[in-house]
């Protein structure tokens, strides 16, 4: 196995967990390979009060207990920080406490760090599979990320892009902490067109002549159905994701709501 040098390696490293460990091998030996991890550790140390074997072993088994959700290399790293003193200095002592302690705090950090992962994957999922993007104009330019900065940029190809609900929060964080004479506005980028008709097949499918139509319509319809079968959707989530679909205008909640007030209201 290739050292382990960030918590992103750790966390994708293809390691069992302690659990699996125990599925698979039993639970001795996860918590002799614990012994051996956490002895191999308190050696490094020249300190003043250390771990004796009784303590060793049952620093392992409190460990195996309470973090069995973490991988092999998940721990090869956090003794690695201990030792190189990521987690500050280790003065007169080594128990389970002081090892605990640390190990919650890389806990906290290996979560955000596993969430951060999940949504940058799923964006890559997400457009691998197609799915709309959007940028955020504001006047005649648009916004693009610089680091932890907005900035503007006069070319639409260099504006930043999001997923709809990205844009969403963006755009709100840029209302409520930057002061600009426009109102940032969220629309779609500019795709490159292959030809006259795609982009027609694409955008206004009603344009096509009946014998080049059909399979479009096919699958617009397949994927209505999938969104309107969506249990997970609210209503408002499948107006917005119905309208994604044939390219019309985004509602605001406040539109949606007034529609559907206006459609209870409307005589039978």
Known sequence: MPEIKSMEQAITANEPILAGIKKSEGET?????????ISDFVKFFSVGKGMNSAQIIETSKLFYSE??????????????????????????????????????????ARINCAE??????????MALDGEQTYIISVGKEFIARDGNEFVLVD???????????????????????????????IERPLKPVQ??????KENKPEWVPN?????????????????????????????????LLYGFKQMTLEEFREEQDALKNKPS
């Open 67 to 108: 973090f069995y959700f973490l991988k092999i290399s998940d721990i090869k790293l956090f003794f690695t920080q201990m030792r190189t003193g990521y987690y500050g200095t280790i003065y007169d002592r080594i128990d389970g406490n002081v090892i605990f302690t640390h190990l919650r705090n890389y806990c906290e």
């Open 211 to 243: 014998e080049i139509r059909d399979d479009k319509v096919k699958e617009l319809k397949a994927k209505r159905k999938l969104i309107e079968d969506n249990a997970e959707l609210s209503a408002f989530q499948k107006r917005n994701a119905i309208n």
């Open 116 to 125: 951060t992962l999940s949504i940058e994957k799923h964006k890559q999922l």
């Open 29 to 37: 030996p996860a918590i002799a390979m614990l012994e051996i991890l």
């Open 195 to 200: 030809s006259l008709i795609e982009y027609i």
């Open 155 to 185: 070319k639409r190809e260099n504006a930043t892009q999001y997923v709809f609900s990205d844009a969403i929060s963006t755009k709100k964080f840029l209302i409520k902490n930057y002061t600009n004479e426009f109102e940032p506005k």
